[in-house]
């Protein structure tokens, strides 16, 4: 029989713009159960519809554009009382599931709660992160609440744009902690604890009741610094870009990283975008200037023209795919071999980074991951609700990959797929970076 455990757990605004409908100072930020009467929560969603119609290129076709209206009007149409925050939300993200882009998105702002649950999410199972009174690192999670982790990743496919079961990995790992999702999937038992059942490296079974609390400063403020790297002695430096910020700070770690790289006689440098949430694509140019990459062909990127992407600056209606020639650093440039590395959490540029890596031959594609869905849209636009002050971004792009027809897969399958294992996560091993010491 399962071990039950209670853990009482103690966890210690829109400006004015252009593309926001309100012009207070500061947004307020509202509870997850603070409520709005029907005119607010119809004129939100109102506002939320038009914005994707003008903006976004799925829309922009008449008879997506026709059958989108005719669908988001029933959304609306529903909401005949008062609703509150979270409902607001999960009505938005559902009029976005009609177009189903990742990158078109709501964002979660209201003050929540959280549960202690830290874990990471593979293809092969999810397990424990951090020990947590009777959670201990390398548990496997068997099932949250009532429901297992199969019914789970289904579940938030239906709530969250997404593209496959890696999308909903990483939806369920940055999010399930939060109140608000876990009531959404009913995750919640009738004295306000959510059970964890997991199997330890033993085969011990055991269920913990965890409970919630208020999120700490600490607990919210991302843990990761835009670059940073490692070169070691043998030959293999590792180059962490988690975003993609082309500053002097940037440009001064690059030069350092090069002339330890080949201080050290490094022959494999691997481009490491496994957190990398995105941001400016030309780091990727910066970052081959130190190497013997002569050339490279970039993402073919169709911009729809609207006065919000105007006021954006996104005023060329098309980037066709070219060639871009490489204007080297002067000086010893790198010629050893090169590697990107990505996961479920590599998103948006970050993606588009590790494309042109493997079309261009540039280097090889490692992952934990057999697969990421290739973006059909980005170069978002934010935007901000009027009444419940929901931030969402809309895209404003059609991206097509180097080498792009139609008979190609749209999936970014990786040159080497390594597969994690309990004892990794119970060891704290970087599976990923171990490998790739033991086989260069």
Same mark, same amino acid.
């Given at each position: 029989?399962?071990?039950?455990?209670?853990?009482?757990?103690?966890?210690? %605004?829109?400006?004015?713009? +252009?593309?926001?409908?309100?012009?207070?100072? /500061?947004?307020?930020?509202?509870?997850?159960?603070?409520?709005?009467?029907?005119?607010?929560?119809?004129?939100?969603?109102?506002?939320?519809?038009?914005?994707?119609? /003008?903006?976004?290129?799925?829309?922009?076709?008449?008879?997506?554009? /026709?059958?989108?209206?005719?669908?988001?009007?029933? @959304?609306? /149409?529903?909401?005949?009382?008062?609703?509150? !925050?979270?409902?607001?939300?999960?009505?938005?993200?559902?009029?976005?599931?009609?177009?189903?882009?990742?990158?078109?998105?709501?964002?979660?702002?209201?003050? =929540?709660? +959280?549960?202690?649950?830290?874990?990471?999410?593979?293809?092969?199972?999810?397990?424990?992160?951090?020990?947590?009174?009777?959670?201990?690192?390398?548990?496997?999670?068997?099932?949250?609440?009532?429901?297992?982790?199969?019914?789970?990743?289904?579940?938030?496919?239906?709530?969250?744009?997404?593209?496959?079961?890696?999308?909903?990995?990483?939806?369920?790992?940055?999010?399930?902690?939060?109140?608000?999702?876990?009531?959404?999937? %009913?995750? @919640? *038992?009738?004295?306000?604890?959510?059970?964890?059942?997991?199997?330890?490296?033993?085969?011990?079974?055991?269920?913990?009741?965890?409970?919630?609390?208020?999120?700490? *400063?600490?607990?919210? +403020?991302?843990?990761?610094?835009?670059?940073?790297?490692?070169?070691?002695?043998? %030959?293999?430096?590792?180059?962490?870009?988690?975003?993609?910020?082309?500053?002097?700070? !940037?440009?001064?770690?690059?030069?350092?990283? $090069?002339?330890?790289?080949?201080?050290?006689?490094?022959? !494999?440098?691997?481009?490491?975008?496994?957190?990398?949430?995105?941001?400016?694509?030309?780091?990727?140019?910066?970052?081959?200037?130190? =190497?013997?990459?002569?050339?490279?062909?970039? $993402?073919?990127?169709?911009?729809?023209?609207?006065?919000?992407?105007?006021?954006?600056?996104?005023?060329?209606?098309?980037?066709?795919? =070219?060639?871009?020639?490489?204007?080297?650093?002067?000086?010893?440039?790198?010629?050893?071999?090169?590697?990107?590395?990505?996961?479920?959490?590599?998103?948006?540029?970050?993606?588009?980074?590790?494309?042109?890596?493997?079309?261009?031959?540039?280097?090889?594609?490692?992952?934990?991951?057999?697969?990421?869905?290739?973006?059909?849209?980005?170069?978002?636009?934010? $935007?901000? =609700?009027?009444?419940?002050? @929901?931030? $969402?971004?809309?895209?404003?792009?059609?991206? +097509?990959?180097?080498?792009?027809?139609?008979? *190609?897969?749209?999936?970014?399958?990786?040159?080497?797929?390594?597969?994690?294992?309990?004892?990794?996560?119970?060891?704290?091993?970087?599976?990923?970076?171990?490998?790739?010491?033991?086989?260069?």
């Amino acid at each position: 029989m399962a071990l039950i455990v209670l853990i009482l757990s103690m966890f210690g %605004g829109c400006k004015k713009d +252009k593309n926001c409908s309100t012009t207070v100072t /500061e947004r307020k930020i509202y509870g997850s159960n603070d409520v709005f009467n029907e005119y607010k929560v119809q004129q939100d969603l109102k506002f939320v519809r038009d914005k994707l119609i /003008e903006v976004h290129p799925y829309v922009y076709n008449t008879v997506n554009k /026709e059958k989108f209206y005719s669908e988001w009007n029933k @959304i609306i /149409e529903s909401c005949t009382n008062s609703m509150t !925050y979270d409902e607001v939300y999960f009505k938005i993200l559902e009029g976005m599931k009609l177009i189903n882009d990742m990158n078109t998105t709501a964002f979660y702002d209201a003050k =929540t709660e +959280k549960i202690p649950l830290y874990f990471t999410w593979k293809e092969n199972g999810a397990w424990i992160t951090k020990n947590v009174n009777y959670l201990n690192v390398g548990d496997e999670i068997i099932k949250i609440g009532n429901k297992s982790m199969y019914e789970i990743l289904n579940e938030i496919q239906e709530i969250y744009p997404s593209k496959d079961e890696v999308d909903a990995m990483y939806f369920a790992t940055s999010q399930i902690r939060n109140r608000y999702l876990l009531k959404k999937l %009913g995750l @919640i *038992d009738s004295k306000g604890r959510v059970s964890v059942d997991v199997i330890s490296s033993n085969n011990d079974e055991k269920i913990v009741m965890l409970n919630f609390a208020k999120a700490i *400063d600490s607990d919210v +403020k991302s843990k990761y610094k835009n670059v940073s790297y490692v070169v070691n002695n043998n %030959g293999v430096a590792i180059l962490r870009l988690n975003r993609c910020v082309n500053d002097e700070n !940037y440009r001064n770690t690059l030069q350092k990283f $090069f002339n330890e790289c080949f201080k050290n006689n490094v022959k !494999y440098i691997a481009l490491d975008l496994r957190k990398n949430v995105g941001g400016d694509i030309s780091v990727l140019n910066e970052f081959l200037k130190f =190497t013997d990459i002569k050339q490279y062909r970039t $993402f073919d990127v169709k911009y729809r023209t609207s006065k919000e992407a105007k006021a954006e600056g996104f005023k060329n209606k098309l980037f066709r795919s =070219t060639k871009v020639k490489i204007k080297h650093k002067e000086g010893n440039l790198y010629s050893g071999k090169l590697m990107v590395l990505v996961s479920s959490e590599t998103r948006n540029e970050g993606k588009q980074i590790a494309v042109i890596f493997k079309e261009n031959n540039i280097g090889k594609v490692i992952s934990d991951c057999t697969g990421l869905y290739i973006d059909d849209f980005g170069k978002n636009i934010k $935007f901000i =609700t009027p009444n419940t002050g @929901i931030r $969402f971004v809309v895209s404003t792009a059609v991206l +097509k990959k180097p080498y792009y027809n139609k008979r *190609d897969s749209n999936i970014l399958r990786p040159d080497e797929y390594v597969r994690y294992k309990q004892k990794d996560i119970m060891d704290v091993k970087d599976t990923i970076i171990e490998w790739i010491n033991t086989h260069h």
